[in-house]
């Protein structure tokens, strides 16, 4: 068990509709990471959050969002979703943003838009 | 932009043999940090090894051992005595600076009894 908590485990939904996922960082970890994982786009990273702050992005959809929250716990949220979101999410945590760290990883969020 | 690419899109091995999973990188920075990440069927990212680019000796953890040439910019995974339970998805991945993960596109990883 890494010590960071994703729910839900699966997602179900439709075209057009909007989810958000949660993301509950190891105790003590400032820092937390959104990452996708698509058949066809591999495992990409989307965007962190440093103690409430943005601190980069990745790839991410205008159509995507997120925010850290003051007891850290994340979310990110998904609008007008389209058959080509569906992938699997996962997010990950770390104590600062020190390039040394480690990252532990959450068990992800398997989205499926019908 | 960095990119990590992992040739080898499927390899098999037999139980208890060495497998060598290969991972190639692109980048112009001095420092930086390389890992490998194992993927199970239960989907969980667990991370197997860590290497300093800085560091000339080459990482181990158990049975899993890395093999770092900085200057051809390689970074391969050698697993020995290999297990039933090593079968999943192995990720190369760099870490660029503030902790983003660039990941290549894996390697399967099947182990026959």
């Known amino acids: 068990d890494s010590g960071v908590t994703q729910t839900p485990k699966h997602l179900i939904t439709a075209t057009g509709q909007r989810v958000t996922l949660r993301c509950s960082p190891r105790?003590?970890?400032?820092?937390v990471y959104w990452y996708q994982q698509s058949l066809d786009q591999g495992l990409q990273f989307l965007i962190q959050?440093?103690?409430?702050?943005?601190?980069a992005k990745g790839n991410i959809l205008e159509r995507f969002s997120a925010q850290q929250f003051p007891d850290l716990h994340s979310e990110l949220n998904l609008s007008s979703l389209e058959l080509g979101d569906s992938a699997l999410y996962f997010c990950?945590?770390?104590?600062?943003?020190?390039?040394?760290?480690?990252?532990?990883f959450g068990s992800g969020t398997q989205l499926s838009v019908l | 932009a960095q990119t990590v690419t992992q040739s080898q899109p499927e390899m098999s091995v037999q139980e208890a043999e060495t497998v060598t999973l290969s991972c190639t990188y692109d980048?112009?920075?001095?420092?930086?940090?390389l890992f490998w990440y194992k993927q199970p069927p239960s989907r969980q990212m667990i991370l197997v090894i860590r290497?300093?680019?800085?560091?000339?000796q080459n990482a181990t953890e158990n049975r899993f051992s890395v093999n770092f040439q900085k200057a051809a910019k390689s970074f391969s995974l050698k697993i020995s005595d290999s297990q039933l339970g090593d079968a999943a998805m192995y990720f190369c991945?760099?870490?660029?600076?503030?902790?983003?993960?660039?990941f290549g596109a894996g390697t399967i990883l099947r182990v026959k009894s």
């Open positions: 959050y440093y103690n409430g702050e943005e601190r």
């Open positions: 980048t112009s920075e001095s420092d930086y940090y």
């Open positions: 105790s003590g970890d400032l820092s």
């Open positions: 290497q300093e680019a800085y560091k000339q």
């Open positions: 991945a760099y870490m660029e600076y503030g902790n983003k993960l660039v």
């Open positions: 990950a945590s770390s104590a600062t943003t020190a390039t040394n760290e480690k990252l532990f």
